[in-house]
């Protein structure tokens, strides 16, 4: 009879064994789909957060330019002494407002902004060889009516 009762426990426990088989396989799927739409929200996230860094370098994007005003209106940037304001931005120099708090002019020359930005925001400094400096000190207000700057040099 031992041998009996131990062939049914044998048979008991293969039946287990067998049913733990079983839920360790339908786990195995469960964890599969489970990585998969990880996987797919990866993806969303990944896509999601490339438009959000593409507004936000537009966002805080800015452009530049300075020439003579004769050469800035040979280039259509100016129509008589106003900003054309359909102006190609490929003229420009490209930057981003956050990070750019100085445009170095490289001149001697007199300097005059002719888009809109606060006199209070900017400053003009002179290094000691007289060549001149946009300072940017306050970039909200700077950048606040006009994302492009045009700078006449006279």
Same mark, same amino acid.
């Given at each position: 009879?031992?041998?009996?009762?131990?062939?049914?426990?044998?048979?008991?426990?293969?039946?287990?064994?067998?049913?733990?088989?079983?839920?360790?396989? #339908?786990?195995?799927?469960?964890?599969?789909?489970?990585?998969?739409?990880?996987?797919?929200?990866?993806?969303?996230?990944?896509?999601?957060?490339?438009?959000?860094?593409?507004?936000?370098?537009?966002?805080?994007?800015?452009?530049?330019?300075?020439?003579?005003?004769?050469?800035?209106?040979?280039?259509?940037?100016?129509?008589?002494?106003?900003? #054309?304001?359909?102006?190609?931005?490929? =003229?420009?120099?490209?930057?981003?407002?956050?990070? #750019? =708090?100085?445009?170095?002019?490289?001149?001697?020359?007199?300097?005059?902004?002719?888009?809109?930005?606060?006199?209070?925001?900017?400053?003009?400094?002179?290094?000691?060889?007289?060549? =001149?400096?946009?300072?940017?000190?306050?970039?909200?207000?700077?950048?606040?009516?006009?994302?492009?700057?045009?700078?006449?040099?006279?």
């Amino acid at each position: 009879m031992a041998l009996l009762e131990l062939s049914n426990e044998l048979g008991l426990k293969e039946s287990v064994l067998d049913s733990i088989r079983a839920r360790v396989a #339908n786990l195995e799927l469960q964890n599969d789909s489970l990585l998969q739409q990880i996987d797919e929200i990866n993806g969303q996230v990944e896509a999601k957060q490339e438009v959000i860094d593409e507004q936000d370098a537009t966002i805080n994007t800015g452009f530049y330019v300075f020439g003579t005003q004769s050469e800035l209106k040979k280039s259509g940037i100016l129509l008589k002494k106003k900003v #054309n304001p359909k102006v190609d931005t490929k =003229k420009f120099t490209k930057i981003d407002i956050r990070k #750019n =708090k100085e445009i170095d002019l490289s001149t001697t020359r007199k300097v005059k902004l002719v888009s809109l930005h606060p006199e209070s925001s900017y400053s003009i400094e002179v290094n000691k060889f007289g060549s =001149k400096t946009l300072k940017i000190k306050d970039p909200s207000a700077f950048w606040k009516q006009t994302r492009y700057l045009v700078i006449v040099l006279k």
